[in-house]
């Protein structure tokens, strides 16, 4: 069964524009990550927030996390056509090494 | 080596033939993951190892799935008897820890039954 769901489920942008993807999970965590995917490959991890972390950024991402609402959102910015992928969260299942994946996005970026 | 390994990259294999996938994680990596993808979906969990130790098998869809690790590096996912519903992209992934930091995975082994 997969806990995390991604919204929307597909997304199709102009190249400069941002990207926003959101997660949500249903149970407690210690941490969640994003990956991306590319057609026919392996996932790439991307990054890493904590439970008692709230942002965090690298690069282009900008991942956040409210353990409230149980959500989570990766926001690329000036979005490029490589960037055309699928992104999914994943969590840790109670707190455990079992990595837990949602259902992805499907992100395509327009030149 | 650099990155986790997998092999066959595609494998067809025709209904009720055994088949065994094999995945060479990356050196001194400790924790050990296979993950099934269906078309369209996310990863889903299928057994994990710390080294040599199966320590869960939770996610193995029926007796007909078998993963192993007798060194603590490389694995063999091995399906028996397949059935057309075991088409999928079987991904490993390795971690240093127990993936705190991160998996990375391989690029997968598609796996399809006719």
């Known amino acids: 069964s997969q806990q995390g769901e991604e919204d929307p489920q597909a997304l199709s942008i102009q190249e400069g524009e941002n990207a926003t993807m959101n997660c949500s999970y249903k149970?407690?965590?210690?941490?969640l990550q994003w990956y991306r995917q590319n057609s026919g490959r392996g996932l790439v991890h991307l990054i890493l927030?904590?439970?008692?972390?709230r942002e965090k950024h690298s690069g282009r991402l900008r991942v956040t996390l409210d353990t409230s609402k149980k959500s989570s959102s990766l926001l690329i910015t000036a979005s490029r056509a490589a960037d055309t992928a699928s992104y999914f969260c994943?969590?840790?299942?109670?707190?455990?090494?079992?990595?837990?994946f949602g259902t992805g996005t499907r992100l395509k970026v327009l030149a | 080596g650099a990155g986790v390994s997998q092999s066959p990259r595609y494998k067809v294999a025709k209904r009720g033939q055994d088949v065994a996938l094999r995945c060479d994680p990356i050196s001194g990596h400790v924790s050990l993951f296979w993950y099934q993808q269906a078309l369209g979906q996310g990863p889903e969990f299928l057994t994990y190892f710390q080294n040599e130790a199966q320590l869960d098998k939770s996610g193995l869809p029926s007796d007909r799935f078998f993963a192993e690790r007798p060194e603590g590096s490389v694995s063999t996912l091995k399906i028996q008897r397949t059935q057309q519903e075991d088409s999928a992209v079987y991904l490993c992934?390795?971690?240093?820890?127990?993936?705190?930091?991160?998996?990375?995975f391989g690029s997968g082994t598609r796996l399809t039954v006719v």
């Open positions: 149970t407690s965590i210690n941490n």
């Open positions: 927030i904590r439970s008692n972390e």
């Open positions: 992934a390795s971690s240093r820890t127990g993936g705190n930091y991160g998996y990375t």
């Open positions: 994943a969590t840790d299942h109670s707190g455990t090494y079992k990595y837990i």
